[in-house]
């Protein structure tokens, strides 16, 4: 029987050697304790407007879904869009009454530049004779090198006249629906006494969206 062979253990490092050891590490974790507290919260709330951006732009409703409803001065119904207002809240927007979102989807202008775009209505500020105030609001798509937080890139109110001009008792707007062949267009239907409209609206490449009702 062989005799057991003792094992050669290495030695200790040198008491400065295991001190400097240590030191690195507590430098490293303090490195790592500041970038956290530094960028940790804007890059958590980078990554939680990405996440919100996605639903957005992604979002869609039946055609046949009722986002606003009013019977004479009596709302019945506004829709609440969770994705919307938790993507919104990612930055400071002002200026934004909605009673209702009638679209929320990714569009294309003709020049092929991608933006975020809502369409809103609102009954507080009717415009003149008509009826509904629509707002239009497009963000810049979200970048790493560019923002981290989302960038409202135009806005405007589109010229939109309810017809015909008579005494309004009861309405709804109902969800916007995208053009799969031609992403920088897509409809919306409304009904006014139980008669139903429908809208065009096309994006241009200077921001503005223009929108035509159908006879």
């Known amino acids: 029987m062989e005799a057991i062979k003792p094992l050669n253990y290495a030695p200790h490092p040198p008491a400065a050697q295991r001190i400097w050891r240590f030191v690195y590490r507590l430098i490293l974790f303090a490195a790592i304790v500041l970038a956290t507290i530094q960028w940790g919260s804007g890059l958590w709330r980078h990554a939680e407007s990405l996440y919100w951006e996605r639903k957005c732009l992604v979002y869609t409703l039946p ?11 009596n709302i019945v119904h506004s829709e ?7 993507f919104m809240g990612m930055g400071k927007f002002s ?7 009638i679209f929320l989807h990714e569009m294309r202008r003709p020049n092929g530049r991608r933006y975020l775009v809502s369409v809103i209505c609102s ?7 008509e009826r509904f105030r629509l707002q239009c609001l497009q963000w810049s798509l979200s970048r790493w090198n ?4 989302p960038q409202l890139a135009d806005w405007n109110e589109p ?5 015909p001009i008579t ?7 109902f969800a916007g629906q995208p053009d799969a062949n031609n992403p920088s267009h897509f409809t919306f239907d409304y009904d006014l006494d139980g008669t139903r409209y429908t809208c065009d609206a096309w994006l241009n490449n200077d921001g503005q969206l223009i929108v035509s009702q159908r006879p």
Do not use: Y
């Not at 200026?95 to 979102?101: A, N, P």
């Not at 560019?146 to 937080?149: D, M, N």
């Open 63 to 73: 055609p046949s879904h009722v986002v606003f409803e009013m019977n004479r001065s």
């Open 80 to 86: 609440v869009c969770i994705p919307q207002n938790r």
């Open 95 to 101: 200026g934004t009454i909605s009673d209702g979102t």
């Open 123 to 129: 009954t507080r500020f009717p415009n003149g004779v």
């Open 146 to 149: 560019i923002s981290l937080w």
């Open 159 to 163: 010229s939109f006249m309810t017809a």
């Open 167 to 173: 005494p309004l008792s009861h309405c709804k707007f």
